[in-house]
Every structure is written in structure tokens, then in C-alpha cells.
């Protein structure tokens, strides 16, 4: 059987971690249920074209609208704009959505065990890759990792906070560091959410992260440059 390639959004993250280092996923989220207004008055394609400088290998789009206000606009305009592979996040449950994703340029598709049954899980993970995408596969539990497993993931992202009550909780990456052994063999492992200090990129990249997900943390960061380059440390 032949080995798939990996896609544009997976090798960004490959070419980081052969630098050394655990990748940085900026998270382009215009409000946080938690924290409320993150842009404060920012332009959010313009901040993202700043963080590609700052050395963003890939990005990250919110893209769901009434409790976190992105938009497939907004993921439109950074994919043109960036320049980099970008991630789509939202609750995605349909072959539409993916259409839609696919129409709008993103390299990758966020899929979440938590908010669809298994075989519509293994069905939008298939039709990811027909269309070109590679499947994010968002996990929270050890169960749920199992599934992540049966798919034979491979960009697995572990979200420290729970998505289904809208990362409402203060979960962090010790998550991270107690579902890491159960990742698929060879696959990319991404902590998400709950990062918010070097402390917490360190303890993801010890636990296995090859990457580390980070949204409120940059937005909230008097210096956004100084923090994105903080939380950049030595992979492992």
C-alpha cells in the first residue's frame, strides 16, 4: 500500500518541527466566548498577514459567526491574504460545509468528535480528502481519541478545553499530556486551546505536541510578536 503524501498544511508543520521547533497555529477568532471582543478594534486579515511575518508556518479561521463571530468571508479573505496554509474551524456535520470549505481555499477542515456520531465522522473524513483537504481531527477524550485512531488520523489536535460548552472551562495541556500516548502511530499532534504561557507550549512539546493552537493568549498579548515568539520552543 502506498504512503499519502502529506498536504500543504502538514508540511508547514513538518518544516517547523525540522527547524526544531514546535509549530505556532495562530487562531484568527474574532470574539471568545469566554473572554468576549478579542480583536478590539483589529483588523483581522491585516493581524494575520502580521503574524505570517512574525514566522506563522499556518493559520487557523473561526469561521462559525452567532457565538464566535467569524464568517467564510473572513476565511475567503485570509486565505488570499496570508499565503500560508489555512485551517478552517467551525462545527462542520456536512458534506456542504466541506464543499463550501473546499470553494473558500482552506488546506485544512476541522472535525470534531464531539458534535457528530462515528460513521458521519468517517464519512466527512473521506470526503475531506476527495476534495483535497487534510482532515483536523479534534479530540477531547480517550474515547474519542480510539475513534481518531479507527480513522487513521493523521493531524490529530487534542483540545485541552471543552468544545461543547464552548471552551467555557479552564482546561489547559495537561490534557495534552494525559491523551498523547493514545495517538495514532506517526500522526501530527496538535494542542489546542488553554496555551497561555511558554510554561504551557513546553509541557505540550514534552507530552508529543508537534504543534501547539493558540487564539485568546496572542489576541490578548500587549506585544502579540513577543508572545507568538514565546510560546515558538524546541520541539520535544
Given at each position: 500500500?502506498?504512503?499519502?503524501?502529506?498536504?500543504?498544511?502538514?508540511?508547514?508543520l513538518?518544516?517547523?518541527?525540522?527547524?526544531?521547533?514546535?509549530?505556532?497555529?495562530?487562531?484568527?477568532?474574532?470574539?471568545?466566548?469566554?473572554?468576549?471582543?478579542?480583536?478590539?478594534?483589529?483588523?483581522?486579515?491585516?493581524?494575520a498577514?502580521?503574524?505570517?511575518?512574525?514566522?506563522?508556518?499556518?493559520?487557523?479561521?473561526?469561521?462559525?459567526?452567532e457565538?464566535?463571530?467569524?464568517?467564510?468571508?473572513?476565511?475567503?479573505?485570509?486565505?488570499?491574504?496570508?499565503e500560508?496554509?489555512?485551517?478552517?474551524?467551525?462545527?462542520?456535520?456536512?458534506?456542504?460545509q466541506?464543499?463550501?470549505?473546499?470553494?473558500?481555499?482552506?488546506?485544512?477542515?476541522?472535525?470534531?468528535?464531539?458534535?457528530?456520531?462515528?460513521?458521519?465522522?468517517?464519512?466527512?473524513?473521506?470526503?475531506?480528502?476527495?476534495?483535497?483537504?487534510?482532515?483536523?481531527?479534534?479530540?477531547?477524550t480517550?474515547?474519542e481519541?480510539?475513534?481518531?485512531?479507527?480513522?487513521?488520523?493523521?493531524?490529530?489536535?487534542?483540545?485541552?478545553?471543552?468544545?461543547?460548552?464552548l471552551?467555557?472551562?479552564?482546561?489547559?495541556?495537561?490534557?495534552?499530556?494525559?491523551?498523547a500516548?493514545?495517538?495514532?502511530?506517526?500522526?501530527?499532534?496538535?494542542?489546542?486551546?488553554?496555551?497561555?504561557?511558554?510554561?504551557?507550549?513546553?509541557?505540550?512539546?514534552?507530552?508529543?505536541?508537534?504543534?501547539?493552537?493558540?487564539?485568546?493568549?496572542?489576541?490578548?498579548?500587549?506585544?502579540?510578536?513577543?508572545?507568538?515568539?514565546?510560546?515558538?520552543?524546541?520541539?520535544?
Open positions: 500500500m502506498s504512503v499519502k503524501l502529506p498536504g500543504r498544511f502538514s508540511s508547514a513538518i518544516a517547523e518541527n525540522a527547524r526544531g521547533l514546535v509549530a505556532v497555529i495562530p487562531d484568527i477568532k474574532c470574539v471568545s466566548p469566554k473572554e468576549g471582543d478579542l480583536l478590539r478594534g483589529r483588523d483581522p486579515v491585516e493581524t498577514k502580521v503574524l505570517v511575518c512574525y514566522g506563522a508556518p499556518v493559520l487557523s479561521v473561526v469561521t462559525e459567526q457565538r464566535f463571530g467569524g464568517s467564510a468571508e473572513l476565511l475567503s479573505a485570509i486565505v488570499q491574504a496570508a500560508v496554509p489555512v485551517l478552517r474551524k467551525d462545527f462542520i456535520t456536512s458534506e456542504d466541506l464543499l463550501e470549505t473546499a470553494e473558500l481555499g482552506a488546506a485544512a477542515v476541522l472535525l470534531i468528535c464531539a458534535i457528530t456520531d462515528e460513521k458521519n465522522l468517517a464519512r466527512l473524513y473521506e470526503k475531506t480528502l476527495m476534495l483535497g483537504m487534510e482532515p483536523f481531527v479534534e479530540v477531547h480517550a474515547q481519541m480510539e475513534l481518531a485512531n479507527t480513522l487513521g488520523a493523521r493531524l490529530v489536535g487534542i483540545n485541552n478545553r471543552n468544545i461543547v460548552t471552551e467555557k472551562d479552564d482546561g489547559g495541556p495537561g490534557r495534552t499530556a494525559a491523551l500516548s493514545g495517538a495514532p502511530a506517526g500522526a501530527l499532534l496538535i494542542s489546542e486551546s488553554g496555551i497561555l504561557s511558554t510554561a504551557d507550549a513546553k509541557l505540550a512539546a514534552s507530552s508529543g505536541a508537534n504543534a501547539v493552537l493558540v487564539g485568546t493568549a496572542l489576541w490578548q498579548a500587549g506585544d502579540m510578536g513577543a508572545m507568538y515568539q514565546s510560546l515558538r520552543v524546541k520541539l520535544g
